[in-house]
């Protein structure tokens, strides 16, 4: 099961985090897992934890693809090469490179490719675009793995004709590694298989805003196996996964006709959120979508707390909680 932990104060938070490590696992050895999304916060979440509960001992705080890599090493021990460090793998971003190298100049002829050899034709030093344009192209696919992995299944079972679908085909070749997408689709089925033993009773992701549906996936995987923890800074209690920025307002109102603009109900809510929290936005829109999933067990519990407006800092805080623009009343 998920349970989810909303609220506008990171110490609020602590709390709950701290409330739920009280209770001691099965196994007294057995290391508690905080997913955490930088070393600043892993440090003040470890001398919170010592000062509340006198010691933090046995505790591994991973980053969000340090977990993936868990994930795989203990679902997927037998086939999981791709974080091996020892041994580089076909979709690393340095391999992926070379590899093109070899590959674009074998497609130019191709129609798809056109774009392509005529930024080629005005190389004056000879493969320097060649090797620019790879490297460019490698970092892409790498984010596409991650962010984008239907994308990338699609294309492996032969949709699209465009040049990008054409060059990752033709990487994927004879090619025995396996990439994140593949590792975490397997993963997935083998969790639903029935076949699988928790590795963990819980996992904690503390102070994290936003995260890929790669990794979110995963997680709501894993919870089928043993409890995981989400504690999330939301500025806001309302509903704000369909406000929008002056920007997308007015782009939006430009695609659509004078007649269907008054229809179209598009919401600002509050300016300094519409325009700086899209990722936080999309990840909170991407939570409730999961929230509708049958399969998928999730209890969301809201801790916000009222903050007085006493300056302008607080002001804009409490703006935000409430998504209201109010008028300052201090002085």
């Given at each position: 099961?998920?349970?989810?932990?909303?609220?506008?104060?990171?110490?609020?938070?602590?709390?709950?985090?701290?409330?739920?490590?009280?209770?001691?696992?099965?196994?007294?050895?057995?290391?508690?897992?905080?997913?955490?999304?930088?070393?600043?916060?892993?440090?003040?979440?470890?001398?919170?934890?010592?000062?509340?509960?006198?010691?933090?001992?046995?505790?591994?705080?991973?980053?969000?693809?340090?977990?993936?890599?868990?994930?795989?090493?203990?679902?997927?021990?037998?086939?999981?090469?791709?974080?091996?460090?020892?041994?580089?793998?076909?979709?690393?971003?340095?391999?992926?490179?070379?590899?093109?190298?070899?590959?674009?100049?074998?497609?130019?002829?191709?129609?798809?490719?056109?774009?392509?050899?005529?930024?080629?034709?005005?190389?004056?030093?000879?493969?320097?675009?060649?090797?620019?344009?790879?490297?460019?192209?490698?970092?892409?696919?790498?984010?596409?793995?991650?962010?984008?992995?239907?994308?990338i299944h699609a294309w492996e079972k032969g949709k699209d004709d465009h040049w990008q679908a054409i060059l990752w085909r033709a990487l994927c070749e004879n090619v025995s590694d396996f990439h994140s997408a593949q590792l975490g689709q397997m993963a997935i089925e083998k969790i639903f298989s029935q076949n699988c033993q928790p590795f963990a009773e819980r996992i904690f992701i503390f102070g994290i805003s936003a995260l890929p549906r790669f990794h979110t996936q995963l997680l709501m995987a894993i919870s089928h196996?043993?409890?995981?923890?989400?504690?999330?800074?939301?500025?806001?209690?309302?509903?704000?996964?369909?406000?929008?920025?002056?920007?997308?307002?007015?782009?939006?109102k430009f695609k659509e006709t004078a007649e269907s603009e008054d229809s179209l109900y598009l919401e600002e809510g509050h300016p300094l959120l519409a325009s700086m929290g899209k990722l936080g936005k999309d990840f909170l829109n991407m939570l409730y979508e999961f929230m509708d999933d049958s399969q998928i067990q999730m209890d969301v519990r809201d801790l916000f707390q009222a903050v007085p407006p006493i300056n302008l800092l607080s002001t804009v805080q409490s703006q935000l909680l409430k998504l209201t623009i109010d008028k300052p009343v201090f002085s």
């Open positions: 099961m998920i349970t989810l932990y909303q609220s506008n104060q990171t110490e609020v938070l602590l709390d709950q985090l701290t409330e739920r490590l009280r209770k001691p696992l099965s196994n007294a050895l057995a290391p508690e897992t905080i997913v955490v999304q930088s070393k600043g916060m892993e440090r003040w979440i470890s001398l919170q934890i010592a000062e509340r509960l006198g010691c933090c001992a046995n505790i591994q705080f991973p980053f969000p693809d340090g977990l993936v890599r868990i994930i795989f090493d203990n679902l997927l021990p037998e086939i999981d090469q791709s974080f091996n460090p020892d041994k580089p793998n076909a979709f690393d971003i340095d391999v992926m490179t070379w590899k093109l190298m070899a590959l674009i100049p074998k497609f130019l002829d191709h129609e798809a490719f056109s774009p392509i050899k005529q930024y080629l034709a005005e190389d004056s030093i000879q493969n320097l675009k060649q090797l620019q344009i790879s490297s460019r192209i490698a970092d892409t696919f790498d984010q596409y793995i991650i962010y984008r992995p239907e994308m196996l043993f409890e995981v923890h989400i504690f999330l800074l939301n500025p806001s209690k309302e509903f704000w996964g369909d406000i929008k920025s002056k920007r997308e307002i007015s782009r939006i």
